[in-house]
Nanobody
Framework: QVQLVESGGGLVQTGGSLRLSCAAS????????MGWYRQAPGKQRELVAS???????NYAESVRGRFTISRDNAENTVYLQMSSLKPEDTAVYYC????????????????WGQGTQVTVSS
């Protein structure tokens, strides 16, 4: 069984920083892309940042220049360093991973973490 386990959320003041981590564990062949999404109350879930297995990154315009996504392929872990946080960054942040479960199928399965709350106070 595959799990994505997140950590690092919390309460921070405007302008502060937080670092989120998400580790994939269980039985799988490889991890393709990984990413972070967020969902604020009353809003749809949106992509924050993603990173390919080769290290190519993609950011939402609202976080570009403030957030940095990175990954440790040896540990199957993705990180999100968040700086210059704003109240509008308040949301539940979800980790996403696209995984190959075995060597004979190239099908990518989507997995989600349980979510971690990030609250930025003004």
């Amino acid at each position: 069984q595959v799990q994505l386990v997140e950590s690092g959320g919390g309460l921070v003041q405007t302008g502060g920083s937080l670092r989120l981590s998400c580790a994939a564990s269980g039985s799988f062949f490889s991890v393709n892309s990984m990413g972070w999404y967020r969902q604020a109350p009353g809003k749809q879930r949106e992509l924050v940042a993603s990173i390919s297995d080769g290290g190519r990154t993609n950011y939402a315009e609202s976080v570009r220049g403030r957030f940095t996504i990175s990954r440790d392929n040896a540990e199957n872990t993705v990180y999100l360093q968040m700086s210059s946080l704003k109240p509008e960054d308040t949301a539940v942040y979800y980790c996403n991973g696209r995984l190959r479960l075995n060597s004979y199928s190239h099908y990518l399965n989507d997995y989600w973490g349980q979510g971690t709350q990030v609250t930025v106070s003004s």
